[in-house]
């Protein structure tokens, strides 16, 4: 074989070599990018809807307690407020969602007595962005009530 043949050979199968070599680290690197953006998509969702694992340990930190989804709640201590002629009670409600809730959040509660549920006391709060807070106060309209447990807070 002559070396001139050889050679080209040679320089044909280093060639293929390196397209092969460079075929498959572009492949990586498309798949490693397409990692990256799924994982930021899924985080500015959660970040969207609220509901992200770092929203969820600031709030937890400041007090709040998480009810469902971007839903947070804190109850009044009781030095805080007086109820009038009926029960009740008063909690702090906010959402974390990037929307907040343009026409204000809709709270309902169990008025319990032992392990029976009496009634239901429920208010609707202004609308509210992004952390804003509201205060509402939630009647015992029974009467027989000996506390409160939250069952519903959502976006109007």
Request: glycine share 8%; proline share 3%; aromatic share 8%.
């Amino acid at each position: 074989m002559p070396a001139a043949k050889k050679k080209k050979e040679d320089s044909d199968a280093f060639w293929a070599k390196v397209q092969a070599d460079n075929t498959k680290l572009y492949d990586k690197q498309r798949s490693d990018v397409a990692a990256v953006n799924a994982s930021q998509a899924v985080d500015q969702a959660a970040q969207q809807a609220g509901t992200s694992e770092s929203i969820r340990t600031q709030m937890e930190a400041q007090g709040w307690t998480r009810f469902s989804g971007p839903f947070y709640y804190q109850y009044a201590p009781k030095s805080e407020y007086t109820c009038g002629y009926l029960k009740c009670s008063v909690v702090h409600v906010t959402t974390m969602a990037a929307a907040g809730c343009p026409g204000g959040l809709y709270v309902a509660a169990s008025i319990e007595h032992g392990s029976s549920s009496l009634g239901v006391a429920n208010s609707i709060t202004f609308p509210l962005t992004q952390g804003k807070d509201a205060i509402v106060k939630l009647d015992d309209t029974t009467g027989q009530g000996d506390g409160m447990r939250l069952a519903d807070i959502h976006c109007l």
